[in-house]
């Protein structure tokens, strides 16, 4: 049974309540990786999605708090790391703010944009930052795909749904 809606007199949603009808959508999660001088630089996602096939393009929203995506920002290069279902630690990593998160996971240095490739991930997109564009309290990220990579055995993907991690299956 669907619950009455109860718009607020004023016209703005609460965001608790948006934050909790918005899990019901069951998302992939990515890390997205890049190289800031000589140090790996990284964050947890689950706002990504693919734009367009010509040119290729993906998406993805950041929040404006985070500490990671300046230096994202200025390396203009970055991957997209998809992640297995097995990786869930490596996306709580990637997720904190100020930790060590590279110490979780072994990574490569991608062919084409040098970015951090992750270990054990399903599938990595290289990228170039093509836009940025106002997203609110984020910033929606596109970047233009120049290199794919995708594991030889995919095995299931990490899932968020419900302010939750799972697997299909």
């Given at each position: 049974m669907l619950t009455t809606p109860h718009p607020d007199p004023d016209g703005r949603l609460d965001p608790d309540r948006f934050r909790r009808v918005l899990s019901h959508f069951c998302s992939g999660v990515v890390v997205v990786?890049?190289?800031?001088?000589?140090?790996?630089?990284?964050?947890?996602?689950?706002?990504?999605?693919?734009?367009?096939?010509?040119?290729?393009?993906?998406?993805?929203?950041?929040?404006?708090?985070?500490r990671s995506w300046p230096r994202l920002r200025r390396a203009g290069r970055f991957a997209v790391n998809i992640l297995a279902a097995d990786q869930e630690r490596t996306s709580r990593a990637f997720s904190v703010q100020g930790a060590d998160k590279f110490s979780v996971q072994s990574w490569e240095l991608g062919p084409q944009t040098g970015a951090p490739l992750l270990v054990g991930a399903l599938a990595h997109l290289e990228c170039g930052i093509y836009a940025v564009h106002d997203g609110g309290d984020h910033e929606i990220v596109v970047g233009r795909v120049l290199a794919l990579r995708e594991h030889e055995h995919p095995g299931p993907a990490l899932l968020y749904?419900?302010?939750g991690y799972h697997r299909l299956g």
């Open positions: 990786t890049a190289m800031a001088g000589a140090e790996p630089v990284g964050l947890t996602c689950q706002s990504f999605s693919s734009l367009s096939l010509e040119p290729p393009l993906v998406l993805f929203g950041v929040a404006r708090t985070s749904f419900r302010s």
